[in-house]
C-alpha cells in the first residue's frame, strides 16, 4: 500500500500524531494530550480523514492524556495488555493487529520506560512512544522503569525494522520530530553499548526518582476511567527523554523570499525547492515549480529527496522548513538546505509570482 498520512502535532515536546490511511481515509490519533483537541479535529477535517481510533501507547508521566475525550466521541481506545488505565479499552499484546482501514498495524510490547509501553508498526513506520527517541532512549527513572529492559526492548523491536522505516517517537524536544531505523542505528549514543545492563549502568537511572508530587499526580489521573480534565494545555510536569547533546539541534542556513527569487527556475529544474506544508496548503496556492513533500511525510521519501549542493526548503512561515532544514541534514539526505525565511506568506508579500 501507499505510506499513511501523517501529521505530527507538537506541544511542548510531546508528540501526538494523527496516522491516516491514504485509502479508506481513516485514522488513528497516536497520544492526544489534553488542550488539542480541536487542533487534532482540525487536521483530520482538513485532510478529509475520519479518526476511528485512538491509541495511548503508555501510561503518560509528563503530560495528561485526552483519549478519554475522543473515547466519549465514540472512538476505539487501544492500550498494552499490562496497563492499569481503567478506561474502556482495549488491551493489546504481542502480534495483534490494530487495524484502521486498509493500514494494519502490528503492535510490539516494548517494556523498560513503564511497564505497558507499546509501539505499532506498519506502513513503513514504527510509532514508537516513549522507548526509542531521537538520538536517544526514553527516561527509565520512574517506578516501573527499567533501563536495562527499556534498551533490551528497543534493540529486540526496533532494530530488527527495515533501515528505511520512518519512527515516529513520543517526544521530540530539539526540533527533530522524526527519524529512521538507519540514522538511530548509526548515531544513536544508546547503541554503542553492548547490552541492558552496560546501558544501565552508563545512564544511572534510580528508580522512582522521577516520580515527583506532579509526576504521581499526572498518572494518578491518567489511570483514572473519567477524570474531569481541563481544556487548555496542561503544563508539560517532565521531560521524557534526551535526545544526543541535550539543547536544540543547530540552525541551518536561511535566505528571504527576494534573496532566492531570481534562483528559483534553477532550484527548481533540480528538484531542489521542496515546499514542506501540508497538500491542502500546496494545492490552495504555491510558487510556481516548487515540489511538495509535507513536513510529517518526508520520510517516506528521502531517497528522492537526495541532493548534494544547496537545496531550498519553504513553509508558510519558515518554522516548519527549519526543522525540516534540521531533519534532512541529520539524516544526511542534504548537504545544504536553505529554510526560506518569512515563507510563502513572506514570498506574497514580497509581490513574488504564484500559482
Ligand atoms: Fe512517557
Same mark, same amino acid.
Given at each position: ?35 488539542? %483537541? ?7 477535517? %482538513? ?17 495528561? /492524556? ?16 499490562? #496497563?492499569?488505565?481503567? @478506561? ?42 516513549? #522507548? ?6 526514553? @527516561? ?27 519512527? *515516529? ?22 547503541? !554503542? ?13 534510580? %528508580? ?10 499526572? *498518572?494518578? #489521573? ?41 534562483? !528559483? ?41 537526495? !541532493? ?21 541534514? !541529520? ?9 526560506? /525565511? ?14
Amino acid at each position: 500500500m501507499n505510506h499513511p498520512i501523517v501529521k505530527i502535532v507538537q506541544d511542548s515536546g510531546c508528540q501526538s500524531y494523527v496516522v491516516g490511511c491514504p485509502e479508506t481515509r481513516r485514522a488513528l490519533l497516536v497520544d492526544p494530550k489534553v488542550g488539542r %483537541r480541536e487542533t487534532i479535529r482540525d487536521v483530520c477535517e %482538513r485532510f478529509g480523514l475520519t479518526p476511528v481510533a485512538v491509541v495511548d501507547t503508555h501510561t503518560h508521566a509528563d503530560h495528561l /492524556s485526552d483519549s478519554v475525550a475522543f473515547l466519549n466521541d465514540g472512538l476505539t481506545l487501544y492500550m498494552g495488555a499490562r #496497563t492499569a488505565c481503567r @478506561r474502556d479499552l482495549k488491551r493489546v499484546r504481542k502480534d495483534d493487529t490494530v487495524s484502521v482501514g486498509s493500514l494494519e498495524l502490528r503492535v510490539a510490547e516494548v517494556p523498560g520506560h513503564t511497564d505497558d509501553s507499546i509501539a505499532l508498526i506498519g506502513g513503513g513506520v514504527a510509532i514508537a512512544g516513549d #522507548t526509542l527517541l531521537v538520538g536517544g532512549l526514553a @527516561r527509565a527513572d520512574f517506578l516501573g522503569s527499567d533501563p536495562a529492559v527499556l534498551w533490551e526492548s528497543v534493540r529486540d523491536v526496533f532494530l530488527a525494522l527495515p533501515d528505511e522505516t520512518v519512527v *515516529l517517537p513520543g517526544h521530540d524536544y530539539r526540533d527533530l520530530p522524526f527519524t529512521t531505523i538507519e540514522a538511530e542505528k548509526a548515531k544513536n549514543p544508546a547503541f !554503542r553499548f553492548a547490552s541492558g545492563p552496560k546501558y544501565a549502568e552508563s545512564v544511572g537511572a534510580v %528508580r522512582g526518582a522521577g516520580n515527583t508530587p506532579e509526576v504521581d499526580a499526572t *498518572l494518578a #489521573t491518567n489511570l483514572e476511567e473519567a477524570p474531569d480534565l481541563p481544556d487548555s494545555p496542561h503544563a508539560v510536569v517532565a521531560c521524557c527523554g534526551s535526545g544526543e547533546g541535550g539543547g536544540m539541534a543547530p540552525r541551518e542556513a536561511e535566505e528571504s523570499p527576494a534573496a532566492l527569487a531570481d534562483r !528559483r527556475e534553477e532550484f527548481c529544474a533540480r528538484g531542489a525547492w521542496i515546499d514542506v506544508r501540508d497538500a491542502w496548503e500546496f494545492e490552495a496556492e504555491r510558487i510556481p515549480g516548487t515540489t511538495n513533500v509535507p513536513l510529517g511525510e518526508l520520510g517516506f521519501h528521502l531517497d528522492a529527496l537526495r !541532493r548534494d549542493g544547496p537545496v531550498v526548503l519553504s513553509c508558510l512561515g519558515g518554522v516548519r522548513s527549519m526543522t525540516a532544514a534540521r531533519i534532512l541534514r !541529520r539524516l544526511g539526505v542534504l548537504t545544504e538546505p536553505i529554510s526560506m /525565511s518569512g515563507g510563502f506568506r513572506e514570498w506574497k508579500a514580497t509581490g513574488l509570482p504564484t500559482e
